[in-house]
């Protein structure tokens, strides 16, 4: 059980496009999902909580009009990285929070942008 | 600011031996505590969690947590080649209600030498 999964697992795109990264929990249903991100050899941070139904919270220093998150269902939150640069290169991960497991969470497998 | 810290080594250690993973973290209200196992270009792996002072046994693995001292521990016994990876400890606040992202240290590169 606790499975997450993410799509695509790989992308690259050109500086200037949109690019829109999908976290399902396929067999559990979260009513939170969190998106972090990291860079070579460095720690995941922090990016947003989404919660299904209402506003993400962002992190200090994430800004929210690039990092559009959705979290329509209790099994699907999206990231769209909007205008990506390519500082926005990274690896994209989410991740699920497991209701009554004492906030245990649950990653995806991740997502590599590449902005050119 | 929380924060948490840890070694980023490299820690290496023989294959059997018993491989120790230290953390500290700055927040005291912190509740629980997890350590993630991440291999080179993969995303991490939940393998302990624990919340209350003292030991918790999983197989091969123990978590430590002494909150007085604000220090969290994995020991990995029998260590294996396959348990060579990147040992993630991470916090959740005890500021939010509901649930709260991680905070993670930087990592512990943990080399198995066979």
């Known amino acids: 059980g606790a499975v997450v999964s993410q799509h695509p697992s790989r992308v690259i795109c050109k500086s200037g496009t949109s690019v829109k990264i999908e976290c399902r929990s396929l067999d559990f249903q979260a009513t939170t999902m969190f998106w972090y991100r990291q860079f070579p050899k460095k720690s995941l941070m922090l990016m947003a909580t989404?919660?299904?139904?209402?506003?993400?919270?962002?992190e200090q220093g994430v800004e929210k009009d690039k990092f559009l998150i959705n979290h329509a269902s209790l099994t699907l939150s999206t990231l769209t990285v909007t205008s990506a640069h390519p500082e926005d290169s990274s690896f994209y991960i989410c991740?699920?929070?497991?209701?009554?497991?004492?906030?245990?969470?649950?990653f995806g497998p991740g997502t590599r942008l590449t902005v050119t | 600011q929380k924060e948490v810290e840890q070694n980023s080594g490299p820690l290496s250690v023989p294959e059997g031996a018993i491989a120790s993973l230290n953390c500290t973290y700055s927040d005291r209200g912190s509740q629980s505590f997890f350590w993630y196992r991440q291999y080179s270009g993969k995303s991490p792996e939940l393998i302990m969690s624990?919340?209350?002072?003292g030991d918790k046994e999983d197989g091969r693995f123990t978590a430590q947590l002494n909150k007085a001292s604000q220090y969290v521990s994995l020991l990995i016994r029998d260590s294996q080649p396959s348990d060579s990876a990147t040992y993630l400890c991470a916090v959740i606040g005890g500021s939010g209600g509901g649930a709260d992202g991680l905070t993670f240290g930087k990592g512990t590169h943990l080399i198995i030498q066979p």
């Open positions: 991740s699920a929070d497991l209701a009554g497991s004492s906030y245990e969470q649950y």
């Open positions: 624990i919340y209350s002072n």
């Open positions: 989404s919660n299904e139904g209402s506003k993400a919270t962002y």
